[in-house]
């Protein structure tokens, strides 16, 4: 049974790709806040650990119980690291939003077919239900 569906249809699938590219927006501005709030916290650890350094003061906070100031750079750093990869993850994800949308107001419903089929961010559920759509007005 093939379903048929207007071409009406794909500027109804291009806002709900509007509407999920509005919200890896809001993803993409909270996973840059926290990738320079961990970042601004690490600059800050290892100006602490120079300080300490400089003045000759870290041999004494290694004697004490301050040593664990020493064990929280690589976790931060990795956690700086991290973020970095979510935000450019989600801005690759937006990327691939935008060029759909861009084929599918172009009228290009094959091109749209092909970026939909590849889009970064969408379940593999999301994706297939989508692709049905579009297939049905391609073929």
Not at 21 to 50: D, E, M, N, P, Y
Not at 111 to 139: H, M, P, T, Y
Request: glycine content about 8%.
């Amino acid at each position: 049974m093939q379903i048929h569906i207007e071409p009406d249809d794909i500027e109804a699938l291009a806002a709900i790709l509007e509407n999920e590219k509005q919200s890896h927006c809001r993803k993409r501005g909270l996973c840059f806040g926290l990738f320079v709030a961990s970042f601004a916290v690490l600059i800050f650890a290892i100006a602490v650990l120079t300080f300490l350094l400089a003045t000759g003061q870290l041999g004494d906070a290694i004697t004490g119980n301050s040593l664990g100031f020493l064990q929280v750079l690589a976790p931060l750093s990795a956690l700086v690291v991290g973020f970095f990869g979510m935000w450019w993850a989600v801005q690759n994800c937006i990327n691939s939003i935008e060029r759909t949308l861009y084929a599918a107001r172009a009228g290009r419903h094959r091109l749209f077919a092909s970026f939909l089929e590849q889009l970064q961010c969408a379940d593999k559920n999301k994706r297939r239900l989508l692709l049905d759509i579009v297939g049905a007005v391609v073929n």
